[in-house]
């Protein structure tokens, strides 16, 4: 069997840390599988489906690195939801309900009084030819629902009714139909919910597994009756615990919490958004993997808690130190050059500064530093600057080796008698206007000579 997943997010708005935890599931589970993996748009709500979030979403998820074998939209693909309605009317599993919203609140209201769960009653299977006709006199258009496995063959008398299946993550899984209201899969306007397409999708598709996250569950249970009223194999399920924020709060593309967009906007790598997104929330350790076929290695759907996953920004932060501080300057070079960083000393300064990164960008500030000295004029004490103006006084001539900046403060040692930070920090604001950065023995060699004689206070 050809391993075939999908990603199905509806263009609504762009995708979060959450959503990329399903995308990534699937991306992963299809590489280990050398399976296929299909972008697929549910966009039946064509009010609120916008082009420019597939767009934006197929942008997201080229940037974390993943790349669709094939790319849909439920939009284009009516006439085969159509036909798979009719099919089911049929087969007498699609039923006409003519209640209006107000009438179902208020019956469902009624069951709670009775002690009843508060479900749909199927009144609409007992409704008479002169009842529908009346109905459509007075311009009600029906919804359909759909019937749900009724074992007593009495749709007016369910008895418990249990769907089971073998959760590729949470293992053995049950939902008892019968706490469940019949669904709606046709509006009164001939629009679709989510349900029916969905399936009628993973049938025409060739889907084998549906790996998403856990709020599904009880869905899963209706779509596979659904799937086998259209007399096809349900494909493996596999339901992942939901990411929340550090408090606990959900995730919203409404309200562009953590976007991808934001991610990448704030300067945080792909890979430390992926690593984050797949490993928290599973027994394996946070930590930063650089490349999506490690990724891979290290992931096992198995391995994922049943409780929400909760995980706090800044280990975002965490991760994109890590990856910088160790990312070879081949996997750089291109960005670099974008910033302004090229020519013969990209490379050794790149080797210099990444370990105090946050940020590749941050490279630029540093770039500046080492061309044009600090970005503000130091202040230093009387002392400090006599300090200074000897230590300058005693800088080698060129030409000079690897070991300057150590031979260079041996001699300012043992000239001034300083030592440690009283001999280093004034060393370090005089070149670079901050207190900390990066190795001065590696700066050094980069300033040459003349670029560090113009640093002298």
């Known amino acids: 069997m050809t391993v075939t997943v999908r990603f199905a997010p509806s263009p609504t708005g762009r995708i979060h840390i959450g959503n990329a935890r399903t995308a990534l599931f699937n991306w992963l589970f299809a590489m280990n599988n050398k399976g296929r993996f299909i972008q697929r748009f549910d966009d039946t709500d064509i009010a609120r489906s916008k082009q420019e979030f597939s767009d934006a979403i197929l942008y997201d998820l080229h940037w974390l690195g993943i790349f669709p074998d094939a790319t849909e939209y439920q939009s284009r693909r009516f006439d085969i939801y159509d036909a798979a309605v009719e099919r089911l009317k049929a087969a007498g599993v699609l039923y006409a309900c003519y209640e209006t919203p107000e009438e179902l609140d208020l019956r469902r209201k009624v069951r709670r009084t009775r002690g009843l769960p508060p479900v749909y009653g199927r009144e609409a299977l007992t409704l008479t030819h002169e009842q529908i006709a009346e109905y459509q006199a007075d311009g009600r258009r029906p919804h359909w629902r759909f019937l749900l496995p009724n074992f007593s063959g009495d749709p007016q008398q369910p008895e418990r009714t249990e769907m089971h299946w073998n959760d590729l993550v949470r293992g053995e899984e049950t939902v008892d139909l019968a ?7 046709v509006r009164e306007d001939g629009t679709y919910l989510y349900t029916l397409p969905s399936v009628v999708d993973d049938i025409e598709m060739g889907v084998s597994h549906v790996i998403r996250g856990d709020d599904h569950v009880t869905n899963t249970g209706v779509q596979i009756a659904l799937f086998q009223a259209l007399a096809a194999e349900p494909p ?175 001699k300012i040692r043992e000239a001034t008698g300083r030592k440690g930070k009283a001999l280093f920090m004034p060393l370090r604001t005089a070149l670079t206007g901050l207190p900390s950065g990066p190795e001065l023995a590696d700066l050094l060699p980069l300033m040459g000579r003349e670029g560090t004689l113009a640093r002298r206070p």
């Open 179 to 185: 706490s469940l209201s019949d669904p709606v899969l």
């Open 236 to 410: 493996v399920f596999g339901h992942h615990n939901l990411l929340t924020t550090a408090s606990g709060e959900g995730l919203s593309k409404r309200t562009g919490a953590l976007s991808i967009e934001s991610l990448r906007e704030d300067g945080i790598e792909p890979m430390a958004v992926a690593s984050l997104a797949v490993l928290v929330g599973t027994s394996e350790n946070v930590a930063a993997v650089p490349t999506m076929g490690e990724l891979a290695e290290r992931f096992d759907p198995a391995a994922t808690s049943k409780s929400a996953a909760k995980f706090d920004p800044d280990e975002l932060f965490v991760l994109n130190r890590s990856l910088l501080h160790h990312m070879p300057f081949a996997e750089a070079q291109d960005r670099l050059i974008v910033l302004g960083v090229s020519g013969e000393q990209a490379e050794p300064f790149w080797l210099a500064v990444r370990g105090n990164l946050d940020r590749l960008a941050d490279a630029v500030n540093w770039w500046r530093i080492l061309r044009d000295g600090p970005q503000e004029k130091p202040e230093f004490s009387d002392d400090d600057r006599d300090f200074l103006r000897q230590a300058f006084d005693l800088l080698p001539e060129e030409p000079w080796s690897a070991t300057i900046w150590k031979d260079w403060t041996g």
